[in-house]
């Protein structure tokens, strides 16, 4: 049988399927209790701190593109 036939039935669930229901439910509780903790950006903070990391992402490619572009002009007048 299933869960839910037991429970149509009238059948109480077990202490174990108890105990699952009552540890998701804590989960719960304390996961939203831990995300009030949260301190979030600002939208000007955000902003700042994206643009950083998209500057940050164009230098670092264009290092390793041109670091590329070098060992390909090394390997073509070697070989």
Do not use: C, H
């Not at 039935?9 to 540890?23: L, R, W």
């Not at 998209?54 to 590329?68: E, K, T």
């Amino acid at each position: 049988m299933t869960k839910e036939e037991d429970l149509k039935k009238g059948k109480k669930p077990s202490q174990e399927e108890a105990a699952e229901t009552g540890k998701a439910g804590k989960f719960i509780k304390n996961t939203q209790a831990e995300l009030e903790k949260v301190v979030w950006p600002s939208r000007q903070q955000l902003f700042s701190e994206s643009a950083a990391v998209l500057l940050m992402v164009v230098a670092a490619s264009s290092l390793v593109y041109l670091v590329d572009g070098l060992f390909r002009w090394v390997a073509n007048q070697l070989f």
